[in-house]
């Protein structure tokens, strides 16, 4: 029994939570969010100078996070997925919405356990996400209208990404007695652009690979607009993470590194704007990753050794 229940959750993470892929990103995250932090109000700051506790609440609550934003997934989403995705997991009986109910809620009381074990202040922080996330349950209650303006559907339910990257900095902060800064708020705005070029980028498909009832940006907007916008968003991440890495001393390394990236970026949105093939399309499921690690790679590390 035991080994079914196991098999069963490793096929659905497998398939719709890649563990392998969000453990390694989401651990840099709530690192970079702590170390970012802390090195803003103190540049000479050591690793020692925050407790492990919180470098891994930071991490193992952004990481409940996403998997939560896939199980309300999972639940907006099971009408469309019964009528136009019968082979995702839920659809054929593999795991049942009620058991990812339970999960969601074994998830919420571990981040709520970890937030008063470091400062009850805490609480507060993270009733911030869970409001916009109960929001984002509802579609706003106005399900109907976002669906039909994309643009818009896709601004709404970005905004979370810098309520969750306030809340892993506010790990560090809090218990300290810091308070929020202009560093703070360009993280914040940094962390709403790369979730744009995630969201986007995952979007985005050949015309061969495109399916019946599946809403996707190339399809929507079309491969040269779609790239337009990916771009844009880019772009913006680009100038947002730059103006980042200067507050934490940072900025000279993040300009080079990132407009080497940025450079490809720019190649592959061409290539695939003039031939949108299926070979052109891989690179913006695996860029956005590359693009975030290195993001957050050089924001959390590099302080250290400055």
């Known amino acids: ?122 609480i507060f922080m993270l009733a911030l996400v869970y409001l916009w996330y109960m929001l984002m349950c509802k579609e706003f209650f106005v399900s109907g209208w976002l669906k039909s303006h994309h643009t818009v559907y896709l601004l709404s339910h970005m905004i979370i990404m810098p309520f969750i990257d306030l809340y892993a900095t506010s790990v560090e902060w809090v218990p300290r007695g810091g308070v929020f800064s202009f560093g703070l708020l360009v993280h914040m705005i940094s962390s709403f652009c790369d979730g744009t070029v995630v969201e986007v980028g995952r979007k985005l498909r050949a015309p061969e690979n495109e399916e019946y009832g599946v809403d996707t940006y190339t399809q929507i907007w079309g491969p040269k607009r779609a790239m337009f916008v990916w771009l844009l968003c880019v772009t913006i991440s680009l100038i947002s993470t730059i103006l980042e890495g200067f507050q934490v001393r940072v900025g000279i390394e993040m300009t080079v590194v990132l407009s080497l990236m940025y450079c490809y970026a720019l190649f592959a949105a061409i290539r695939f704007a003039k031939s949108p093939t299926s070979k052109n399309a891989k690179v913006f499921t695996v860029f956005p990753g590359v693009w975030m690690m290195l993001n957050y790679f050089i924001l959390g590390i590099l302080p250290y050794f400055k």
């Open 1 to 122: 029994m035991i080994g079914v229940m196991i098999k069963k959750w490793y096929i659905y993470q497998k398939e719709r939570f890649p563990l392998v892929q969000y453990i390694p990103l989401m651990f840099i995250f709530g690192f970079c969010s702590v170390s970012y932090s802390i090195h803003l109000d103190f540049p000479d700051a050591k690793l020692t100078d925050v407790t492990i506790f919180q470098y891994v609440a930071a991490a193992v609550t952004t990481l409940f996070w996403f998997l939560l934003l896939r199980i309300a997934d999972e639940h907006k989403d099971f009408e469309e997925d019964s009528k136009y995705r019968p082979y995702r997991p839920i659809q054929r009986g593999l795991i049942k919405l009620k058991e990812l109910r339970v999960l969601g809620i074994a998830l919420g009381i571990i981040q709520v356990l970890m937030a008063v074990f470091i400062d009850i202040r805490l």
